[in-house]
Every structure is written in C-alpha cells, then in structure tokens.
C-alpha cells in the first residue's frame, strides 16, 4: 500500500475482545473511500484481473513498514497484530507509522500480511454408468482437493475397464493401480471440467484421442476453490 496521505484507510470491526491482555480477533470491516488501501486495490486489480485485494473478514497477522529515505538508505518497521483487539491493533499499526514522523521520506509503503477464511466451496459429482450395468445416476457430494479416482473407489464405484490400454511397455491390458501407466480409470467429462485440475502433458497424449476425458488417477475437484457440478460418465468405453 503506497502512502500517499496519512494513515492506511482500513476500517476494523473487533469480534472479541476487552482481555486486559490485550488479545482478542480484529477483523477489516471496510475501506475508508479514496483512502490508500482502496486505491492500492484498485491500482492491483487494474493491472491484474485476478490482483490482490482486501476483503471484509481479513485479519491482519502483521504489518511492514518501508520508508525510503535520502539516497540508497531504507528503514523497515515490522509489527506482529495476529489474535489483537481492536486497541491493541490499532496501537501497533499507529505506533509503526507513527515511525514517519517529519523526516523527509521520498517513498513510503506498507506490506500487509493478511488471513483470509473462506467457504469451503460445494462440489458435486453426477455419474452415469453404462447402460449395460444398469445403474441410475447417482450425485455425490466432495470436498476441495479430493481425488477423483479414490474418491469414487471409496464410494464403491466401480473403475474397471479390462480393455484399458497400458502406456508402460507392458503387453497386457489392465489396471495400473493409479500410476497413470493405463486409462483403466478414465472417465467422461461431459460438464465442469474447469472444477478438475489441469491435466499434465503426459495425460494430454494418452487422451489425445479423446479429450473429454480425464485419468480420474490424475484429476483433483475443486480446482481454484470453485464450486458446481461435475458431470461424468463412468468406464467411457463401455457405452
């Protein structure tokens, strides 16, 4: 945060608090308008679609000060504001700036360290089987960064296909036991292939021929923490 005018322009809320100690959980409620807080923001985002920005419910876990002064000469001011109330965190962050005073500083900056909780995001997994096992579909409901391949073997679907081609030299067909070596456990990806991590290059060439279809061995869900439905038909060679 560049330091244009005094002060950072961040409003906090303190959730707990009034220890004698001093701890407590301080949270940002807002942007003070036209403050430099809201205008570092909106230089990131400017710059970068995806830039950093500074959330309602952001604890600040600390704080840097960096002041430029005649020359080559830099003075840093740390402080440490995790688990403070609202005084304590708010005597830290004056008593570090106060570290400006009336010297004649050419450029000043704050580095924020922030902790953000967030919403563990709903992801959901709509299988359909073959029609020859029939099986009505069925949704399961997964956690960010499952494996798709033991997510369902550990619900009881079933990923054998007897027919998967191996990539390892070996002459017979069969199940590689998740080492990406068969497409044993290749499913269908008809929606929500942007929920799946991306695929490395070497399951881009063994699914060159198909390429909605994913190594469930080598796909996690919940890619960027986003949330939706991923829609997938189970052992594709079998429809």
């Known amino acids: ?31 003070v308008p036209g403050g ?8 990131s985002q400017e710059l970068e679609e995806d830039g950093e920005t500074i959330m309602y419910g952001d604890t600040i876990i ?11 000469a830099t003075d840093i001011r740390s402080i440490k504001t995790e688990c403070l109330g ?38 959901s997994v709509k299988l359909y089987y073959p029609p020859e096992q029939d099986l009505p579909p069925e949704t399961l409901q997964l956690q960010p960064g499952d494996n798709l391949r033991m997510a369902l073997l550990s619900r009881g679907v079933k990923l054998n296909d007897p027919l998967a081609q191996r990539y390892d030299g070996k002459s017979y067909s069969g199940n590689c036991g998740g080492g990406s070596l068969c497409r044993t456990c290749a499913v269908n990806v008809l929606r929500g292939t942007e929920l799946l991590s991306q695929p490395k290059d070497n ?24 949330e939706g439905e991923i829609v997938i038909q189970v052992n594709p060679r079998q429809w």
């Open 1 to 31: 945060i560049p330091l244009e005018s005094p002060g950072l322009g961040i409003e906090l809320l303190e959730l707990e608090g009034g220890r004698e100690d001093g701890l407590g959980i301080t949270i940002v409620n807002g942007l």
């Open 36 to 43: 430099n807080a809201e205008k570092a923001v909106a230089m």
């Open 62 to 72: 600390s704080a840097e000060l960096i002041m430029q002064q005649g020359g080559s």
């Open 86 to 123: 609202y005084d304590s965190t708010v005597d830290a962050l004056v008593g570090m700036m106060s570290s400006l005073g009336s010297r004649s500083i050419q450029d000043a900056s704050v580095i924020l360290v922030l902790k953000r909780l967030r919403r563990r995001p709903n992801l």
């Open 203 to 226: 399951e881009k060439k063994m699914m060159d021929d198909s390429p909605r279809w994913r190594l469930a061995c080598k796909s996690w869900v919940g890619y960027g923490m986003k």
